[in-house]
Each structure stands twice: as C-alpha cells, then as structure tokens.
Antibody, heavy 119, light 109 residues
Framework: QLQLQESGSGLVKPSQTLSLTCAVS??????????WSWIRQPPGKGLEWIGY???????YYNPSLKSRVTISVDRSKNQFSLKLSSVTAADTAVYYC???????????WGQGTLVTVSS | DIQLTQSPSFLSASVGDRVTITCRAS??????LAWYQQKPGKAPKLLIYAASTLQSGVPSRFSGSGSGTEFTLTISSLQPEDFATYYC???????????FGQGTKLEIK
C-alpha cells in the first residue's frame, strides 16, 4: 500500500522560504506513469494545486505561484520536496503531497502538514 | 484558465436521502473530471475519476456522470459517514493546470 508522509517546518517567518519533504513508501517514486504533486489548503478554505514533478524530472507549476516555487526529487531517498520562497501570511495552509495517476487525478495523499507564516 | 463552479455550496440532507452535487466547467473538459470527499482534519479521498469511474474501494452508492461542461456526483442513499465536503477537480492538459471546485459541504439535517 502506497503511503506518503509530509515533513518540514511548521512555522516560517515572513519573507523566508518554506521547505517541505514528502517521503514515499510502498512504491517507487521513479515508477512510470505517475507524477508527484503538492496541493495546499488555507484554513477553512478550498484546495489549490501548487505544482508537480513528473517521474522523468519535468516540473509544472501553478502560474500564480510559479515565480516562488521549486519542486525537486531525491530518488535515492524515494522522496520529493517543495520550496516556496518569499512567504507571507497568505501562504499559511495545510500542505499536502499527493500522487497523480496518469496525469489526471490524485489517487494517494499524505495526511497533510500545517505551515504557519508568522513572525 | 478553466474555472469549476460547484452547486450548491451547502447541502443539508438526512440519512437515506439521495443527493446530487453539480460541477460546471467554464469550458469543455471532455471527461477529465474527478470527485473527492474530505472530512475535517483529513486529506481528500478520491471517489470518482474520468467523470464516472468509481475508485477502487469506494461504495457503489457513489456515482458520477457528465461530460463537456456539466458533471454530477450522486449519492444514492446517504449514510452517516458521507457527511463531509466534496470537491470536483479537472485537468487542463496544456499547459498542465489542475483546478478544484470551491467545495460542497454536506451536512446532516
């Protein structure tokens, strides 16, 4: 059974960089046909797709966040990571990692981790 | 950008009721639509993909239909565990862009 687990700092100061990692177990992050994504949800609000990295290493980002986002993969550790720079209070959210199946839907999700941007 | 609009945003229903949630896309998206269920404090769970295909392990009381710009999620007979928030989601193929609807909160009457 595939499992995803987010980790990283839960509190980030304004203007700094948010860094999260998603550890994948029960399957290989290098498996063809899948992409690995980050999605966030501000408290009490809806879901926003941040971006994804394809198994080949290609990345695609939400245009609204593109200038601040980097998603990378560490195949040796079977994990992928998110960096979001120049954060503000508007970036406070629960951040989820998820697997994209066939480029269409998110079939496995991590439990989510709350990141608060505050001084 | 393609926008998804769900209706209603809030829905009050009773155990045993049949409920339908609608998701409208601002332009045609073929059948590239999925539905998720989210309970408080939990990650979303995939229910339906490709507009009408039931995800493995999801009860058959859930069904999806539609194509183009209008889609529906139907729960045939509400169970207590179905009270949650439901989201639709679409993929715009190029450039790759995933969009979610604003959500429909299903509450117990």
């Amino acid at each position: 059974q595939l499992q995803l687990q987010e980790s990283g700092s839960g509190l980030v100061k304004p203007s700094q960089t948010l860094s999260l990692t998603c550890a994948v177990s029960g399957g290989s992050i290098s498996s063809g046909g899948y992409s690995w994504s980050w999605i966030r949800q501000p408290p009490g609000k809806g879901l926003e797709w941040i971006g994804y990295i394809y198994h080949s290493g290609s990345t695609y980002y939400n245009p609204s966040l593109k200038s601040r986002v980097t998603i990378s993969v560490d195949r040796s550790k079977n994990q992928f990571s998110l960096k979001l720079s120049s954060v503000t209070a508007a970036d406070t959210a629960v951040y989820y990692c998820a697997r994209i199946r066939g480029r269409s839907d998110f079939d496995y999700w991590g439990q989510g981790t709350l990141v608060t941007v505050s001084s | 950008d393609i926008q998804l609009t769900q209706s209603p945003s809030f829905l009050s229903a009773s155990v045993g009721d049949r409920v339908t949630i609608t998701c409208r896309a601002s332009q045609g998206i073929s059948s590239y639509l999925a539905w998720y269920q989210q309970k408080p404090g939990k990650a979303p769970k995939l229910l339906i993909y490709a507009a009408s295909t039931l995800q493995s392990g999801v009860p058959s009381r859930f069904s999806g239909s539609g194509s183009g710009t209008e889609f529906t999620l139907t729960i045939s007979s509400l169970q207590p565990e179905d009270f949650a928030t439901y989201y639709c989601q679409q993929l715009n193929s190029y450039p790759p862009m995933y969009t979610f609807g604003q959500g429909t909160k299903l509450e117990i009457k």
